[in-house]
């Protein structure tokens, strides 16, 4: 309830943003099968919240475990199931000089390979990092040795690697389009006595043919087609009217501070996104004490009632409707 809540949320929050996000060859993603994400990673928490949003399974997201420091963060990824993971480059930072312990990500490791014997979806940036490098940064082996142990030591079967590329055609300006790519899907049990860099390499070529794409490189023919919304366009457009008026100012003003705050390329779209929600959460705070001791509790509740309906439509009114993904054969 909490994860359909906040991707929802989460879901408007990023088409505010994005004037479009697509997604190629999604007949490619499997809805049942245990599945391990393998996505490039350019634009930090949003690369997190867009998979999130366009695949049509909870899925568990693996995390840098230095984030639990902050005790809010590490509370929210308890309730959302997210799985820290204690990264070299952290690690030689808190204990510089000392060698590095090998079993650091055991626990961890473990919470994987019980959602993927449960037939789960697990999300993993195996480059260890968001960057803004023009090519994909040497990926770690850690997803690899994942897929290997599940299926040769927790006989998992049918465990599929589905690499994910995540194109911005501008990540930190807002109007900019998105465009996910589904790479070539790995089969494990297809793959024989793959080792651990063979199957690294692997999985590198195929996320490297979907990723860092530039927007020219996308012709007309192979983007999905838009489909609009069907249903009444007079209330669709009174709808999203009553959303731009009640939200774009905030919108405009978490967009100010963003800017302020942001320190790499990475922050404008993320900070934007969590002050925006911040703000516009404490905006309809106020607009119910407000109504309510004016006009009082229905009245209140009622108003309250519009503003999520407004910003979803003026979100999601000239976008393409969610495709619904068939199952991979």
Request: with cysteine; net charge positive; aromatic share 8%.
């Amino acid at each position: 309830m909490i994860y359909r809540a906040l991707r929802w949320i989460t879901g408007i929050a990023l088409h505010w943003f994005y004037s479009d996000i697509r997604v190629i060859s999604h007949n490619r993603i499997p809805l049942h099968s245990p599945v391990l994400l393998a996505a490039s990673h350019h634009n930090a928490l949003v690369d997190c919240l867009i998979v999130g949003l366009l695949f049509p399974r909870q899925i568990t997201i693996t995390a840098k475990a230095t984030l639990t420091e902050n005790k809010f963060i590490g509370a929210l990824f308890e309730v959302l199931g997210i799985v820290p993971l204690r990264r070299v480059g952290d690690e030689q930072k808190i204990t510089p000089g000392k060698t590095i312990d090998r079993s650091r990500n055991v626990r961890a490791f473990e919470n994987i390979l019980k959602v993927l014997k449960r037939g789960g979806a697990v999300l993993i940036f195996p480059e260890g990092k968001s960057h803004n490098e023009p090519e994909l940064a040497p990926l770690k082996t850690g997803l690899s040795r994942i897929a290997i142990e599940a299926r040769d030591s927790w006989g998992i079967h049918d465990l599929r690697i589905v690499p994910l590329g995540l194109n911005f055609e501008n990540k930190g300006q807002p109007g900019s389009a998105v465009v996910v790519e589904v790479g070539d899907v790995l089969l494990m049990d297809e793959l024989g006595d793959l080792d651990v860099a063979a199957l690294t390499i692997e999985i590198t070529q195929r996320l490297r043919a979907v990723s860092l794409k530039s927007f020219p490189e996308y012709g007309a023919h192979d983007l999905p087609p838009v489909k609009h919304f069907r249903g009444n366009r007079l209330l669709i457009s009174a709808a999203a009217t009553w959303g731009e008026w009640t939200h774009r100012d905030i919108i405009r003003i978490a967009r100010e501070l963003a800017i302020k705050k942001s320190k790499s390329a990475d922050d404008p779209a993320m900070l934007t996104i969590l002050f925006g929600l911040g703000l516009i959460l404490l905006s309809y705070l106020l607009q119910g004490v407000i109504l309510y001791l004016a006009f009082g509790l229905i009245w209140a509740l009622l108003y309250l009632v519009t503003l999520p309906i407004g910003a979803y439509w003026a979100a999601f009114k000239d976008h393409p409707e969610r495709v619904a993904l068939p199952v991979v054969s």
